[in-house]
């Protein structure tokens, strides 16, 4: 029997990261690209430019995107303080919903984002690190008790500065990201920019699914001051959980980009359990572990991912096929989590003290 083909749209290209979600649904032989949308026409010209649409299918009014084409999974990339707005804008047209990370720039946001959506739609909260085989090794083996219980987990995340890049990771010049970063909203702090809503989500998110999907109790955040931005490019953040601290950093700023070169420190988790430990690096095709059995660090290889878990439109489109619920941190229930630390660190970056969760 012939699979269903899903017609999907991609509105609001404030994220660079539309331009790879919409080659990955040009790449899927089950779906078709049935148009685009954004205010301002010169962010939709790439896509264009790269046939991944026609000149007729690039919209600049939303409504007359969805009126038009009656999508049945629409791709949102606003900024993050936009993403409640989007989805209250979009939802009522009953299409199901991929949001790219971070969940929102709130809890109550996020909350806000699900009672948008309608019995029969989904919403999936996309976090790109899922995909990377390394940390789908660590969690395969997390999750097959090698490690024993989880205790701690460290994160890493960060690269230059989120201007240096564009869609499918086209490299861009400094001169370049000097004139966007004064009218970037990466920059602004009403938009929810900064390296810690950025990344923090990836380290809390995917931590969470390490984690078993438990909370913790209280969170402690400290951010630089970078002379001439309101926002921050420098996080850390300490997690105290019943069981032990977790630790989370976010920087924007780093040596080298690490899908090309990995900074120092390497941008990663490193997660330790009762029985051993292992870490996974941003796009290694290898972990390294510890285990009693073996103490001395060992590498194992980490194949790259098969489907339906080689990128998020082909899982979801899975998902959707086989009726099945989203699983990991794209589902509503380990994004939540992540975001509510997300939450407790911005608290307390400002507080400038603890933060207990509620």
């Not at 990344?199 to 913790?216: D, F, H, K, S, V």
């Not at 019943?242 to 070169?261: C, Q, V, Y």
């Amino acid at each position: 029997m012939k699979k269903r083909s899903w017609k999907i749209a991609g509105i609001n290209f404030d994220h660079f990261h539309m331009g790879d979600l919409l080659r990955y649904a040009h790449e899927h032989p089950n779906a078709e690209i049935v148009g685009i949308s954004d205010e301002q026409p010169a962010r939709m010209e790439e896509a264009v430019r790269k046939g991944l649409v026609t000149r007729d299918q690039a919209f600049t009014d939303y409504r007359e995107c969805l009126e038009k084409t009656k999508p049945d999974v629409v791709l949102l990339c606003p900024a993050a303080s936009k993403h409640g707005e989007w989805v209250k804008k979009v939802a009522p047209y009953g299409a199901h919903l991929m949001v790219e990370k971070p969940f929102a720039a709130s809890l109550k946001e996020a909350d806000a984002m699900v009672k948008c959506m309608g019995k029969d739609q989904r919403l999936m909260i996309n976090w790109p690190l899922q995909w990377v085989a390394s940390h789908r090794k660590s969690y395969e083996l997390v999750s097959s008790g090698k490690i024993g219980e989880v205790l701690n987990v460290w994160h890493i995340g960060g690269n230059r500065g989120p201007l240096f890049h564009g869609a499918d990771k086209d490299e861009k010049t400094p001169a370049q990201v000097s004139k966007e970063k004064p009218n970037s909203w990466f920059y602004k702090k009403a938009h929810g920019g900064g390296s810690l809503l950025d990344y923090l989500g990836y380290g809390t998110t995917l931590g969470t699914w390490y984690q078993g999907g438990r909370r913790p109790i209280e969170v402690t955040a400290v951010v630089d001051e970078p002379a001439g931005l309101e926002v921050d490019e420098h996080s850390i953040v300490v997690a105290r959980y019943a069981h032990g601290l977790s630790k989370f950093e976010t920087r924007w700023g780093t040596f080298t980009d690490p899908w090309i070169i990995q900074p120092q420190p390497k941008c990663g988790f490193v997660i330790l359990g009762t029985e051993g430990s292992v870490s996974s690096y941003d796009y290694d095709d290898y972990v390294t572990v510890q285990t009693r059995k073996q103490p001395v660090p060992h590498v194992v290889a980490a194949p790259a991912t098969k489907a339906p878990h080689q990128n998020p439109v082909q899982y979801l489109l899975h998902c959707l096929d086989k009726n099945v619920p989203l699983e990991g941190p794209v589902s509503l229930a380990i994004s939540r989590i992540g975001q509510e630390i997300v939450d407790a660190a911005v608290k307390s970056a400002q507080l400038k003290k603890a933060v207990k969760l509620a």
